[in-house]
């Protein structure tokens, strides 16, 4: 330890406290990150299991997104593997998606599928209107905040209800913002997707997410210590400012004086290690209105050969499935995720309602029955490596809020 103490102790060796910690010690402060668990990394961590490299949690990162940055930040080179191909996979075909207009795509082809269908059918066509669509989205993304009075769900129904284009939406929806579009207030969809680079500059990291958490790690070893298997019990405050941190380490427990602490294990924790007296009435109730941890189920499935895509190096979207929406067939783009001549596949399930606890075996009954029909060959050639519910009141949700 510090003679003096720290100058500032991280709470959490999660993707986020790992940043703070790294840009800490770049700066030559002195700091101590604490992480409760044996591994780094929280959901941004790898565990070996049976000769696989699992993720614990995230797997893609974006090439635009603040990851990449804090690498070149912090002088680390770290390989990154770009996943460049993008499909969805709507009523058992696959469509390849262009690098720009992948909405226009989607919405021309429905068009067809639905004037196709009326002529069979002797129907009056139910056009999709892509283009009226479209120019809604336009105007509606350069001010989102008039959308604020009803959900995307609502607000499609003005174009459309045709239910394919509902369910990309909505898949579009739960996959970035992590609630659904009849839970959503179509203005934070449209702020969001104002704001972000969409799916086109994803990468996985080979070697699995630790190893950014490790190139991190020994980094800012020389400068900041890092506490492994000690959790925090008190977050120490005097007159509103921290004055340190209550820990358990190696069966003792200690008191480290310091002159600010970073806490990265969520609001709900935190308040419970610093005590509901030093935070305002105001920031108190902002959280019960506004957290909304997401509930999902991570699938890991273990396969002798690929079970979609043919190899290729791509993410697809499922379309018309009851939980299973994004599908990462990882070592199609690292075959070093597994052990040789055996392939990963990794996919979240979403309950249909991402406000409320989820119940875990019926998801995981519902994530059992699109595996089954999505992946024909599963039954023949694969096996589920894990298969893990994350419930809202799991300490390691999708998300501990919406995002955006
Ligand atoms: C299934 C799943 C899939 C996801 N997929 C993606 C994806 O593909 N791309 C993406 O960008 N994001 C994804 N996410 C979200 C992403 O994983 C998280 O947003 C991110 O990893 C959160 O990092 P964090 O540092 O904020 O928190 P965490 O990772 O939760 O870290 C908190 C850390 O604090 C530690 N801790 C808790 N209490 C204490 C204590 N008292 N004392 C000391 N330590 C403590 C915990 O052990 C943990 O290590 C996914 C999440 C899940 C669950």
Aim: overall charge neutral; hydrophobic content about 40%; aromatic content about 8%.
């Amino acid at each position: 330890m510090a003679p003096n103490g720290y100058d500032v102790v991280v709470i959490g060796s999660g993707i986020g406290g790992m940043a703070a910690a790294s840009l800490l010690a770049k700066k030559g402060v002195r700091t101590l990150l604490v992480e409760s668990k044996e591994r780094l990394g929280g959901r941004f961590s790898t565990i070996n299991y049976e000769g696989f490299k699992l993720p614990t949690g995230a797997q893609l990162l974006h090439e635009q997104g603040w990851i990449p940055w804090l690498l070149k930040e912090m002088g680390l080179k770290v390989e990154l593997r770009p996943v460049p191909r993008l499909f969805y996979r709507i009523r058992d075909q696959e469509y390849e998606m262009p690098e720009k207009g992948r909405l226009r795509m989607l919405l021309n082809f429905l068009d067809k599928a639905e004037a196709d269908r009326g002529k069979i059918a002797g129907n009056i066509v139910k056009e999709v209107a892509a283009s009226m669509l479209l120019n809604g989205i336009a105007q509606t993304m350069a001010k989102p905040e008039t959308e604020r009075s009803w959900t995307l769900r609502d607000w499609l129904l003005q174009y459309t209800d045709n239910e394919i284009v509902h369910e990309i939406m909505d898949q579009l929806c739960s996959s970035a913002i992590m609630g659904h579009s009849w839970e959503i207030p179509a203005s934070e969809f449209f702020f969001f997707m104002a704001r972000s680079g969409g799916q086109r500059d994803l990468l996985i990291a080979p070697y699995g997410s630790i190893s950014i958490v490790e190139a991190l790690a020994g980094a800012i070893k020389p400068v900041c210590d890092i506490w492994t298997n000690c959790a925090v019990r008190q977050i120490m405050i005097k007159q509103g400012k921290a004055t340190g941190m209550i820990v358990e380490k190696d069966g003792k427990t200690l008191e480290i004086p310091c002159r600010a602490v970073i806490s990265n294990i969520g609001p709900t924790a935190t308040i419970q290690i610093a005590g509901k007296e030093n935070f305002t009435a105001d920031y108190l109730k902002q959280l019960r209105m506004k957290l909304r941890p997401s509930p999902c189920v991570l699938i890991l499935i273990a396969s002798d050969r690929p079970l979609c895509l043919d190899g290729k190096t791509a993410l697809m979207i499922t379309i018309g499935t009851r939980r299973i929406g994004a599908v990462v067939p990882l070592t199609n783009t690292c075959p070093e995720l597994a052990p040789p001549g055996q392939h990963l596949l990794y996919s979240v399930g979403e309950p249909k309602s991402c406000l409320l606890p989820m119940d875990e075996e019926y998801e995981k009954q519902q994530c059992m029955l699109d595996i089954k029909e999505q992946f024909p060959d599963f039954e023949k050639y694969g096996r589920i490596l894990k298969m893990e519910p994350r419930n809202i009141d799991h300490e390691w949700p999708e998300e501990r809020t919406w995002n955006g």
